[in-house]
Each structure stands twice: as C-alpha cells, then as structure tokens.
C-alpha cells in the first residue's frame, strides 16, 4: 500500500503478555496443540432441571478449578472472575510487569464479558426458589457484569480505568480494542485486556438452545461422536455451534513504555474497528461487517493482500456463515485470504470469543501455520473462501492476521496483529 | 464448644476464604481474620449452612468487632442443639 493511506493508520500498539484458560488447554503448549491439530474439545452434556426434559447440548468446558482461585476481595467468585484472574496472572507474568515497573494511574483494566455472572446468579436463584435458601451476602458483586474487571483492578492495583465492555459475542474484541485506542491516545501507557465467560450452567444452555442455534445431537451410542463434530463452520452441513467457557488476557503496552521497561514485543496489534449494522437484534448485516473490515484495515495502514490468515466469527450457523462468507468476499475478493474458524474446536466462547480467537490468530503468527477449520468434510459451494480445512497449512513468512467478532445486537468488532516491526 | 464445630469453621476459613491457618485460632475475633465485613457475613452463611441452621440475628451481627471464633461455635452449638430438639425452639 502507498504511503499515502498512511496517515489514517494509527500507531502500532505492543503486546508484552498473554494468558489463556480455554477448552484447549490453560497453557500455550496445550492450547497450540490443539489449535493446530484441529482437536475438538466439544462434549455431550446432559441439561439436568428437574421436572423439564431437554435434550443434550453440546458444550466445551475447559479443565480449571475455580475453587483454588483467591479472590483479592475475599467474596466468592464467579467461575468466569476465577478464569479472568487466571488468565491475566499468566499474561502480567509473561510480560514482566510488576508493581514497581508500571504507574498503577497509567495501568486500566479493559474486559469483555456477554453475561459475566449469570451462571452465579441463576446457581443462587435455584436454592432460592426450589431449596427456600436464603441469597447470599455476596449475590450482586459476583454477580454484576464488572464483577472481573473489578477484582482484576484489585489484583493489579490499577488506578487508570476499570471497564466491563458487553456487547454479547463482540465483548472482548471491543475490550481489547477500546484499550488500545486508550493507551494510543495518552489517557494510559499499560493495559490488561480481554475477557472472560462460564456461562455452562442448565439454565443458560437452555436458554441458548431454545433460540435454536445449538447443534442437535445425535441419541445414543453416536451422541459422543456427534457432540466433538457438532460445530461446522463454513461446512455444506453446518447446523449451529456449541457453547464454550475461556478467559484470554493480554498486556498491552505503548511502544514507547514497551521499549523503557526492556520488555519483549510479542506481537503489535496494528489495527482495531468496531460498527454497528443497526438492522437486526441476531440477522447479521454483510454491509456492515465488511465496513469493520475495511476500517480495521485502514486504522492498521494496512492493504486487504497483507492479511495472511482470517480467524473468521464463524459460528456455524446457517446465516451467521453466509454473511460472513459474503463480507470476506467482498473485501479480500473471492478466495483471497486464508479463513478458518476455531469455534468448531473451543466452542462458541461468548464474550470471551474474541480475546480467545486473537489469541489464536496471534499463535498462527508466532508459528507461521494457520490453524484448520476442523469438521468440515465439504465446504458450502456458495462460498468463495479459501477455507484452511482438514490439517494446518504452513505459512511461511505470515505477517498479518485478522480476527472478526459479530454479536447479537449488531456489533461488529475487528482486530488486526502484526509482527512486530523494531 | 464441640471440636467438631469448631474444625468446621475452621475448615470454611481456610479452604473458602483462603485464611492462613494459623490464624484460625478461638480466641480469634472476627474482625481479625483480614476480611471485610461483607466476607464476613458471607463466612457466617457459610457456616451456618454447613449445619443448616440459623443464628438469631440478635444473636450475632458479624460486622459486629470482637465476636471470637469460640463465641461463634458456641452460636452454632446453640443452634444445633435448638434444630435438634424442636420443643426448644424460642427456648
């Protein structure tokens, strides 16, 4: 691209630190495995509610005691809080950032979560009505969708900004980008951002499969086979996804603070937009994601042919996939960007989806694979995508990746990492 | 004070709220054990489940400072002799 365009771009924001607690592992060994070996960690699970018969849904829990989290407030706390803590130790760990190398009124916390507390509060709700347990004392600070963001704010001493981003499936990719317009803007030099969701609890998964997006799955001895196949992004067959749990944090950094501390640059993350489609509560808008697209492009300085991988939304819904094979098309030209979606794999992780795919897009990188779009034995042929299907393919010489975000409610959210250029 | 309270609450403070063991001590009062009181109040349901019973509230405010952990087994102790012979109830 022309030096020209250059001057729309935005700088280029550090990223010093990552962590993760996901279906596919809460370390980057376990979580690269499966990533590139396409590894479903999707299962059967059975929706216990007496007196309601429901089928069994898929979902992809991930392996975490939340019981041995210590909250830095001491209350109980919700499994997705436990999770975010988690992820965001690993990540301040892996950057270096410890209380006497940062201005704790130039550190915010930036978090994304759809429901945040819901499963505490429909586990308490239960005792109440069907066991006349009282409420606890505790019920709305473990429950208020800030609830992360506020123990992450007492775990690192943040005195710069402390804010909860929800908008359903968009929530983490909006989180990391509204920190990165922060710390480009001056208002803070550090931030750790991402988000967090556990939302497995039977009254939240009905609530899911009764909008029928959750795949089926097949009775009896097929039910287990059926559950790690269920989500089929992009795939002729594809019937709805799985619900997932995860938390994914990063630190981020201005180049400037970056560079003072003597801190290693994981990877830049170059660009950021986020729209609305303003059509529809769920029907999403091609138009309007494929202005998300182009905007994250611009913010990054960046032409559609840099981008080397896509870690598409891609739920695996029938007009969820359609759009977005549309929107991709129109903006990378038909088959023009390698795409896959790892939802078939994580699940489809909510407010934490967006934190977890970037994370994923941004171990592509590091590695120079793309991860495969599992389950997908034939592509829809309506789609003019590159789809990376079956196996990892390499990609020698990657230097830009994409991730897309598009909620419930219309909100598009599109973040761009970069290698990082010093 | 029954042992076996007592252990209970110890139990509670130590694998629920992360208390150092070491404090956990009878002679401990409630406003020592590093939590706050909203904590506390939560500690008290807590163990108070634990046995499924009540503690009169005019029995015990646990904002309240200077409540021993003795103090508290002997509530609970109350408590669970009340729960187990009905006729004392209000007793």
Redesign the interface.
């Known amino acids: 691209m022309s030096s020209t365009a250059r001057p729309l771009a935005g700088a280029p924001v550090a990223v010093t630190g990552a962590g993760v607690v996901s279906p596919l592992g809460n370390d980057f060994a376990a979580f690269d495995d499966a990533l590139f070996a396409g590894r479903s960690a999707v299962r059967a699970r059975a929706l216990e509610i007496p007196g309601v018969e429901l089928p069994p849904v898929p979902v992809a829990a991930a392996e975490f005691d939340a019981?041995a989290v210590?909250?830095p407030?001491?209350?109980?706390l919700d499994r997705c809080t436990a999770m975010a803590l988690v992820a965001a130790d690993h990540a301040a760990r892996e950057a270096g950032l410890v209380a006497d190398r940062f201005d704790a009124e130039r550190l915010g916390i930036f978090w994304g979560s759809g429901m945040a507390g819901a499963s505490t509060f429909e586990t308490t709700c239960r005792s109440l009505y069907a066991e006349q347990?009282?409420m606890?004392?505790?019920s709305v600070?473990t429950t208020m969708p800030n609830a992360p963001v506020a123990e992450l704010a007492l775990r690192f001493g943040a005195r710069g900004a402390a804010l909860a981003f929800a908008c359903a499936c968009a929530s983490s990719a909006v989180a990391i980008g509204e920190a990165m317009r922060a710390i480009r803007a001056g208002r803070i030099d550090v931030a750790i951002a991402g988000g967090s969701e556990s939302l497995l609890t039977p009254g939240v998964l009905a609530s899911w499969q009764a909008m029928r997006v959750l795949t089926p799955l097949a009775a009896g001895a097929d039910r287990e086979a059926s559950a790690q196949r269920a989500c089929r992004p992009f795939a002729a067959d594809r019937a709805g996804f799985a619900l997932g749990e995860a938390a994914a944090a990063f630190v981020l950094e201005s180049t400037e603070h970056a560079r003072a501390r003597g801190a290693v640059v994981r990877f830049d993350l170059a660009g950021y937009a986020t729209n609305c489609d303003g059509v529809h509560i769920t029907n999403p808008d091609p138009a309007g994601q494929a202005r998300a697209m182009r905007a994250a492009l611009a913010d990054a300085g960046l032409s559609a042919e840099a981008i080397g991988y896509l870690n598409a939304h891609g739920t695996a819904t029938t007009a969820g996939d359609a759009a977005e094979a549309e929107s991709i098309a129109s903006v990378f030209g038909a088959g023009g960007v390698p795409v896959s979606s790892t939802k078939a794999i994580h699940g489809h992780l909510l407010g934490a989806g967006g934190a977890v795919e970037l994370l994923a897009a941004a171990r592509a990188l590091a590695a120079g694979r793309l991860p495969p779009n599992a389950n997908v034995e034939c592509a829809d042929p309506a789609f003019a995508l590159d789809l990376v299907t079956r196996c990892a393919r390499e990609s020698a010489g990657l230097d830009a990746v994409l991730s897309n975000s598009f909620a419930f409610g219309g909100t598009n959210a599109v973040l761009i990492a970069t290698r990082p250029r010093r | 004070m029954t042992p076996s309270t007592f252990d209970a609450i110890f139990a509670v403070l130590v694998e629920q709220f992360k208390v150092d063991a070491a404090a956990v001590q009878p002679q401990v009062a409630l406003d020592q054990l590093g939590l706050d009181s909203l904590a506390l109040m939560e500690f008290v349901f807590a163990v108070e489940d634990r046995f499924d019973v009540r503690i009169p509230e005019d029995r015990l405010d646990p904002r309240q400072a200077g409540v021993t952990l003795e103090q508290l087994a002997l509530l609970l102790d109350e408590a669970i002799a009340r729960k187990a012979s009905p006729d004392v109830v209000n007793g």
């Open positions: 019981a210590v909250a407030s001491r209350v109980p347990r009282r606890r004392p505790t600070v």
